[in-house]
């Protein structure tokens, strides 16, 4: 792995399950709106007051400005006999408990079994609200090695951090959260080195924790997102289309080239045939009635710069009648492409709105298919 640590939005783990950026994505948005403007008021003063009455947990938050291994035994004991604050009952927030910096859910605010995070192969770690001034001191959670995720959500951008010391150069580095976006690093096994972290947050930030548990799964994803920008003939087909004037053509918030990457990249990364992450990345390049453009590109040129199958799956994706619920259903005019074109459609929407309720259905079909 090039990086210690990763971060890359949601929508991207649908390489490790299809139906995972949108069940975490919920889950999230759940928790942040099960907190009201009153109670985030009051969360936030009682993280000062702790901090104020309490001198070692204010120490806690100034030496996440130096290596913990200035303090490295205090760490380590803190892990292993670490217990929630005795001040863990707070009223107007009855379904979380203080704990030192930060608090932790123990109600849930969404219920699920623990055979959707089975089917999902991940293992839940805890979810965890940080108030402006929260933050969770130096660990390393060594005693859980593996491949974990954070799903962090902000209300404020460049207001909360993520903190690492890299062993391999002794620097201590800072990750700007980003909404919605996940924190992925590895827990290794041995005793060392170890990645020793910490979260620091001026601004309401809420995560969900999470074990990845197909450690060979999320290894291919990570080396796969690695490999992408030096990917030669998918540098040279970005080339074309920049020339052909997708760059300039606005999709939402971002250009259409922009959107095209996305798509091509989370098929990329998720391993799926050279076909398709070669179609995802032209899925959309004839104009729609969804999205009309005047771009101008023949059949027969997009099938010289990536083949006549995934042609084919940009021309039916493009052109097919009601075509997102003729993907979901199944009923389209040649069923060999129905796989590739139901990831192309799921992909499409993931980087377009995760809230648009056509995801659900989508989730629905991968769940039949994976069980």
């Known amino acids: 792995m090039k990086n210690l640590v990763y971060q890359l939005p949601i929508k991207f783990l649908v390489a490790y399950h299809p139906c995972l950026p949108l069940f975490y994505y919920k889950r999230l948005n759940n928790v942040i709106n099960s907190v009201d403007s009153r109670q985030r008021l009051v969360a936030k003063k009682y993280i000062s007051s702790i901090k104020a009455q309490n001198p070692h947990i204010e120490n806690w938050w100034k030496d996440l400005n130096q290596s913990p291994k200035l303090n490295q035994e205090k760490y380590l004991l803190k892990e292993i006999y670490d217990h929630p604050s005795s001040l863990d009952e707070i009223s107007p927030l009855n379904q979380w408990r203080l704990h030192d910096g930060k608090l932790n859910l123990f109600k849930p605010a969404t219920k699920s079994s623990s055979s959707d995070f089975e089917q999902l192969g991940i293992r839940p770690r805890g979810c965890f609200y940080y108030p402006p001034g929260g933050f969770k001191e130096w660990h390393t959670n060594s005693e859980q090695p593996g491949w974990r995720g954070y799903l962090v959500g902000i209300d404020k951008p460049g207001m909360s951090e993520f903190i690492y010391e890299n062993h391999n150069t002794n620097e ?92 091509c990249k989370m098929l990329y990364v998720a391993n799926r045939p050279r076909s398709e992450y070669l179609a995802g990345l032209f899925h959309s390049i004839y104009s729609t009635h969804e ?8 059949k027969e040129s997009v099938e010289d710069l990536i083949g006549s199958r995934a042609e084919m799956l940009v021309s039916t994706f493009c052109t097919l009648r009601n075509r997102d619920l003729n993907i979901i259903a199944g009923t389209v005019p040649d069923h060999s492409l129905l796989s590739s074109l139901r990831w ?19 989730n629905h079909v991968f769940e039949r298919k994976m069980k």
């Open 291 to 298: 999205f009309a453009h005047d771009l101008q590109i023949s």
């Open 344 to 362: 192309i459609l799921l992909c499409n929407r993931l980087d377009a709105n995760l809230d648009d309720p056509r995801l659900d259905l989508l």
């Open 172 to 263: 201590l580095v800072i990750v700007n959260d980003a909404h919605m976006n996940v924190n992925l690093f590895c827990v290794p096994k041995e005793p060392s080195p170890q990645v020793w972290h910490a979260v620091r947050s001026y601004c309401n930030r809420f995560s969900l924790g999470f074990l990845l548990k197909d450690t060979a799964r999320i290894e291919l994803i990570l080396h796969r997102l690695d490999k992408f920008d030096d990917d030669s003939e998918i540098q040279f087909l970005i080339t074309k289309l920049t020339t052909l004037g997708a760059s300039s053509l606005a999709w939402g918030k971002k250009s259409f080239l922009e959107h095209l990457i996305n798509v």
